[in-house]
């Protein structure tokens, strides 16, 4: 018999099958008194997930987590303190980076309210280094008496100062036969201007040569009469009425030169005159050329000195008590930067029926003929001048938010916007009333540049 037909065989007795469902029987009692044990399922599921983790860990990054301090009830775990140093970490690789880029740290109200900072001490600071400081111009200055100037401000235009200029125009009318002056050019007193021809110079001129010829006859005459009566051969009142016609004679002669010198013809050529330049000075206007016709009342040339000028503007009825001759004024350029010191020189004594205000004028020297006739300018006059017991320069002030005033003043590694309430001001000194003390260092040249990156920060905190 083989080894499978007695195995066969054996399974058929009931001795075997009895032991069979003993056996089944103790295994299904023993799986139950497992799953009623306390503690086991949970613990089976603890290391179901503990398995799960590790299998995850290898697949998926890990998740952030959120630390939380620390109650009194419960102690600190390993994790909060990696936290905290990772924490640390993060503001030291901050402070890197600022030592790297260069850049100014800035504190706004609402990252001191984030660290937990002293709004007193950090807000509104900009952080910068001395290198930092010199690198974008920054300068301080102490607050102090100064003396806040009122100034009164009016429109007005350059003129020529009339004084120094001349209006040459022809004396008698003619044709232009030659022009020697140009537009623009210096001129000396009594350089020729132009040359014009005349038929009024002509006979001007035909008149002194007749008298002339009159005059050398009359003393022919004069003299032969003169030795007759001496030799007792005339009579002497032919002497008499030679010497009288001689004198007549002479004044016919004057009288024909005086005419030609009036013009400027003098007493050589045929028929042209000179025109000549009266003063020294630039020929500001010509209105000569050649083959043209002019009048006596024909403007032929200005010419002016514009060595001095003059400032001329109108004071209206309310502000003439505010000015008066003598008054310093400052004349400022409306098209380009210039600015001159002067006097107020002229104040009118009538009031203009239309305009309702008084001329007056400030005489400028003007050396490099930088204030040209026509140019608009504005006057200020000192009105008056009072003194602060503190004060900055305008240019410091600044508005970050639109509203408040600040000036930056020096603080622990930067710079702090420190709010003040501001008083009188002239344009270039300002009182400031509270918020500075007189001698504390503020922020002269630069404040501008700090506003910025108080701006800066604060949009990109909002953002």
Same mark, same amino acid.
């Given at each position: 018999?083989?080894?499978?037909?007695?195995?066969?065989?054996?399974?058929? @007795?009931?001795?075997?099958?009895?032991?069979?469902?003993?056996?089944?029987?103790?295994?299904?009692?023993?799986?139950?008194?497992?799953?009623? *044990?306390?503690?086991?399922?949970?613990?089976?599921?603890?290391?179901?997930?503990?398995?799960?983790?590790?299998?995850?860990?290898?697949?998926?990054?890990?998740?952030?987590?959120?630390?939380?301090?620390? @109650?009194?009830?419960?102690?600190?775990?390993?994790?909060?303190?990696?936290?905290?140093?990772?924490?640390?970490?993060?503001?030291?690789?901050?402070?890197?980076?600022?030592?790297? *880029?260069? =850049?100014?740290?800035?504190?706004?109200?609402?990252?001191?309210?984030?660290?937990?900072?002293?709004?007193?001490?950090?807000?509104?600071?900009?952080?910068?280094?001395?290198?930092?400081?010199?690198?974008?111009?920054?300068?301080?200055?102490?607050?102090?008496?100064?003396?806040?100037?009122?100034?009164?401000?009016?429109?007005?235009?350059?003129?020529?100062?009339?004084?120094?200029?001349?209006?040459?125009?022809?004396?008698?009318?003619?044709?232009?036969?030659?022009?020697?002056?140009?537009?623009?050019?210096?001129?000396?007193?009594?350089?020729? +201007?132009?040359?014009?021809?005349?038929?009024?110079?002509?006979?001007?001129?035909?008149?002194?040569?007749?008298?002339? =010829?009159?005059?050398?006859?009359?003393?022919? @005459?004069?003299?032969?009469?003169?030795?007759?009566?001496?030799?007792?051969?005339?009579?002497?009142?032919?002497?008499?009425?030679?010497?009288?016609?001689?004198?007549?004679?002479?004044?016919?002669?004057?009288?024909?030169?005086?005419?030609? %010198?009036?013009?400027?013809?003098?007493?050589?050529?045929?028929?042209?005159?000179?025109?000549?330049?009266?003063?020294?000075? *630039? &020929?500001?206007? =010509?209105?000569?050329?050649?083959?043209?016709?002019?009048?006596?009342?024909?403007?032929?040339?200005?010419?002016?000195?514009?060595?001095?000028?003059?400032?001329?503007?109108?004071?209206?009825?309310?502000? +003439?008590?505010?000015?008066?001759?003598? %008054?310093?004024?400052?004349?400022?350029?409306?098209?380009?930067?210039?600015?001159?010191?002067? =006097?107020?020189?002229?104040?009118?004594? +009538?009031?203009?029926?239309?305009?309702?205000?008084?001329?007056?004028?400030?005489?400028?020297?003007?050396?490099?003929?930088?204030?040209?006739?026509? +140019?608009? &300018?504005?006057?200020?006059?000192?009105?008056?001048?009072?003194?602060?017991?503190?004060? &900055?320069?305008?240019?410091?002030?600044?508005?970050?938010?639109?509203?408040?005033?600040?000036?930056?003043?020096?603080?622990?590694?930067?710079?702090?916007?420190?709010?003040?309430?501001?008083?009188?001001?002239?344009?270039? *000194?300002?009182?400031?009333?509270?918020?500075?003390?007189?001698?504390?260092?503020?922020?002269?040249?630069?404040?501008?540049?700090?506003?910025?990156?108080?701006?800066?920060?604060?949009?990109?905190?909002?953002?």
């Amino acid at each position: 018999m083989s080894e499978k037909t007695s195995f066969d065989s054996s399974l058929t @007795t009931p001795k075997h099958w009895i032991a069979v469902a003993v056996i089944l029987a103790c295994g299904m009692v023993g799986g139950a008194l497992i799953l009623r *044990t306390p503690g086991a399922p949970a613990a089976s599921a603890g290391h179901a997930d503990a398995d799960s983790h590790k299998d995850g860990e290898h697949q998926d990054e890990k998740p952030a987590r959120t630390a939380t301090a620390p @109650t009194a009830a419960e102690p600190a775990k390993p994790g909060d303190h990696k936290e905290a140093a990772a924490h640390d970490d993060h503001e030291h690789h901050d402070d890197e980076a600022e030592a790297k *880029t260069g =850049k100014p740290a800035v504190v706004t109200k609402a990252q001191a309210d984030e660290h937990g900072h002293d709004h007193e001490e950090e807000e509104g600071v900009v952080k910068l280094s001395e290198a930092q400081s010199g690198a974008i111009g920054i300068t301080l200055g102490k607050a102090g008496p100064a003396a806040i100037r009122k100034l009164l401000t009016l429109p007005g235009e350059i003129r020529f100062d009339e004084d120094r200029t001349a209006h040459v125009v022809p004396r008698v009318a003619g044709v232009v036969a030659s022009v020697h002056a140009r537009l623009g050019e210096q001129v000396r007193k009594g350089q020729l +201007l132009a040359v014009i021809q005349s038929a009024t110079v002509s006979d001007q001129r035909s008149e002194l040569q007749t008298a002339q =010829k009159r005059l050398a006859l009359a003393r022919t @005459t004069f003299q032969r009469e003169k030795q007759l009566w001496e030799e007792k051969i005339s009579a002497e009142q032919d002497y008499l009425q030679a010497r009288q016609a001689m004198q007549e004679a002479e004044i016919a002669v004057a009288n024909a030169s005086q005419k030609l %010198s009036a013009i400027g013809a003098g007493t050589g050529g045929a028929s042209g005159y000179e025109l000549r330049s009266p003063i020294s000075g *630039t &020929v500001v206007e =010509k209105h000569l050329t050649v083959g043209e016709s002019v009048a006596e009342n024909t403007a032929s040339f200005t010419v002016s000195d514009l060595g001095s000028v003059w400032a001329e503007m109108n004071v209206s009825a309310p502000q +003439l008590p505010l000015v008066r001759v003598g %008054s310093s004024v400052t004349v400022r350029a409306t098209a380009f930067e210039s600015r001159a010191e002067g =006097k107020v020189a002229y104040v009118g004594a +009538l009031i203009g029926e239309q305009s309702r205000a008084a001329p007056a004028r400030v005489a400028l020297a003007n050396p490099k003929g930088m204030w040209r006739p026509g +140019l608009f &300018v504005d006057v200020s006059v000192l009105a008056d001048e009072s003194q602060v017991p503190v004060a &900055v320069e305008a240019a410091a002030i600044q508005r970050p938010d639109g509203k408040e005033s600040v000036v930056f003043v020096p603080a622990d590694g930067g710079y702090r916007a420190q709010p003040v309430q501001l008083g009188r001001s002239d344009g270039k *000194t300002t009182e400031v009333v509270s918020g500075l003390k007189a001698g504390q260092d503020y922020v002269r040249n630069g404040s501008f540049m700090l506003k910025a990156e108080l701006g800066k920060a604060s949009a990109e905190h909002t953002h």
